[in-house]
């Protein structure tokens, strides 16, 4: 089993900087597809950013992109989430998944499509 929990959230005003880790335990995550989703109150959830097995591929909602950066770091077994220039509009419970596909752009933006998934950690950025 893969079990993941992210940490880093917080309260912070617009402009901030955070930084999202998601740890795993139970399986090393490298041979795993990573991603970032997020979900406001109300809202349904959506896409954020998705790393590669290798981290050399990344894909980014448009929403993020320039903004936000993935990253993993295979011998912590840790994904991150790099969150500057923050905007209220980014406030959500943010949450990582994984899944042992390669990764690809017909699935990886769909939450539906991963089969693990963290607790999520709350980020809200006001005004």
């Known amino acids: 089993q893969v079990q993941l929990v992210e940490s880093g959230g917080g309260l912070v005003q617009a402009g901030d900087s955070l930084r999202l880790s998601c740890l795993a335990s139970?399986?090393?995550?490298?041979?795993?597809?990573m991603g970032w989703f997020r979900q406001a109150l109300g809202k349904e959830r959506e896409f954020v950013a998705a790393?590669?097995?290798?981290?050399?591929?990344?894909y980014y909602a448009e929403s993020v992109k320039g903004r936000f950066t993935i990253s993993r770091d295979h011998a912590k077994n840790t994904l991150y989430l790099q969150m500057n220039s923050l905007k209220p509009e980014d406030t959500a419970t943010y949450y990582c998944?994984?899944?042992?596909?390669?990764?690809?752009?017909?699935?990886?933006?769909?939450?539906?499509?991963?089969?693990?998934w963290g607790q999520g950690t709350q980020v809200t950025v006001s005004s």
């Open positions: 998944a994984a899944d042992p596909r390669a990764i690809a752009t017909t699935w990886a933006y769909r939450q539906n499509e991963y089969n693990y």
């Open positions: 139970g399986r090393t995550l490298s041979m795993y597809t």
């Open positions: 790393i590669s097995w290798s981290g050399q591929t990344t």
